[in-house]
């Protein structure tokens, strides 16, 4: 059974930074794609991040670019994403989950997901 535990999240400062972390058990963490998704309240959930299962190709919303990194470090299985320069409007849960076999931005290509860490973004 797959499991995905996300941690890290919090209350931050507009302009302040992050580092979320989604461990995974129940699969061969090497062998996938990982993404991060966010909801923010009376919103859709949205992709934020994509890693290949090397970490060699990585896949960005255009609200993330230049201030998130995804990254994964497979021996731990564990995915991470630093976000710096956060702004209020970043404020939402973070999901982590398991992508299929290729790069993808939709949501519905995603599947066993993990609970959600609330990042909290103050003006």
Known sequence: QVQLVESGGGLVQAGGSLRLS????????????MGWFRQAPGKERE????I????????????????????RDNAKNTMYLQMNSLKPEDTAVYYCAVGPP??????????SWGQGTQVTVSS
């Not at 989604?22 to 794609?33: D, E, H, K, Q």
């Not at 992709?47 to 994509?50: N, P, Q, S």
């Not at 290729?102 to 599947?111: A, M």
Request: proline share 0%.
């Open 22 to 33: 989604c461990a995974a058990s129940g699969l061969i963490f090497g062998n996938v794609v």
């Open 47 to 50: 992709f934020v991040a994509a």
């Open 52 to 71: 290949s299962w090397s970490g060699g190709y990585t896949n960005y919303a255009d609200s993330g670019k230049g201030r998130f990194t995804i990254s």
């Open 102 to 111: 290729w790069l993808t931005q939709n949501k519905g290509d995603f599947g």
